[in-house]
T-cell receptor, first 113, second 115 residues
Framework: DAKTTQPPSMDCAEGRAANLPCNHS???????VYWYRQIHSQGPQYIIH???NNETNEMASLIITEDRKSSTLILPHATLRDTAVYYC??????????????FGKGTSLLVTP | ETGVTQSPTHLIKTRGQQVTLRCSSQ?????VSWYQQALGQGPQFIFQ???????GRGNFPPRFSGLQFPNYSSELNVNALELDDSALYLC??????????????FGPGTRLTVL
């Protein structure tokens, strides 16, 4: 199973871009990278996912390197409400047809005024 | 809001007791997954149900069991509770298993405390 490595914590000033890195050097060719975040004691919130092309939605952008061994989640204008633990995830197969999310410890992002 | 609901919000039990946690999936979703999140850790996969059948299981003992009903709501049952079962229990629903990009949407969780 592909594993991910993230820095344990990061700081970002409000209004600036937050760039959260993730290493997934053992990812296989057909595995997607997912990002979720979790605000204290709430359920994880889906942010974005991608395979090899860069992706953007209303919440964030996902930049995946050409060799797919790492990616960066970008929050373009961080706000105080973006303070959360961010998880970079490569799914694992539960059976021939199902997938589970393989959470690590994530990156604790603190957005400061 | 994801449309996934869980009950109860909080629960306190004692060692050896049994507990049932409930999850209502987002409309149109036929797959539900359960996760356990201990304090300070990321969520750990317990098991997944697809159309009322177990479709995969993580590294949890048999005293953790589940059910999925025809309306795709789900229960997590834990027997013979241990202190280490104290955790946030999360359920996540997804539209199905066919798509390789199936996204799981989480409920708010149930906080279980075992004394």
């Amino acid at each position: 199973d592909a594993k991910t490595t993230q820095p344990p914590s990061m700081d970002c000033a409000e209004g600036r871009a937050a760039n959260l890195p993730c290493n997934h050097s053992t990812i296989s060719g057909n595995e997607y990278v997912y990002w979720y975040r979790q605000i204290h004691s709430q359920g994880p919130q889906y942010i974005i996912h991608g395979l090899k092309n860069n992706e953007t939605n209303e919440m964030a952008s996902l930049i995946i390197t050409e060799d797919r061994k790492s990616s960066t989640l970008i929050l373009p204008h961080a706000t105080l409400r973006d303070t959360a633990v961010y998880y970079c995830i490569v799914r694992v197969a539960t059976s021939y047809s199902g997938y589970a999310l393989n959470f690590g410890k994530g990156t604790s992002l603190l957005v400061t005024p | 809001e994801t449309g996934v609901t869980q009950s109860p919000t909080h629960l306190i039990k004692t060692r050896g007791q049994q507990v049932t946690l409930r999850c209502s999936s987002q409309s149109g979703h036929n797959t539900v997954s359960w996760y356990q999140q201990a304090l300070g850790q990321g969520p750990q996969f317990i098991f997944q149900y697809y159309r009322e059948e177990e479709n995969g299981r993580g590294n949890f003992p048999p005293r953790f069991s589940g059910l999925q009903f025809p309306n795709y709501s789900s229960e997590l049952n834990v027997n013979a509770l241990e202190l280490d079962d104290s955790a946030l229990y999360l359920c996540a629903s997804s539209p199905g298993l066919v798509s390789s990009t199936d996204t799981q949407y989480f409920g708010p969780g149930t906080r279980l405390t075992v004394l």
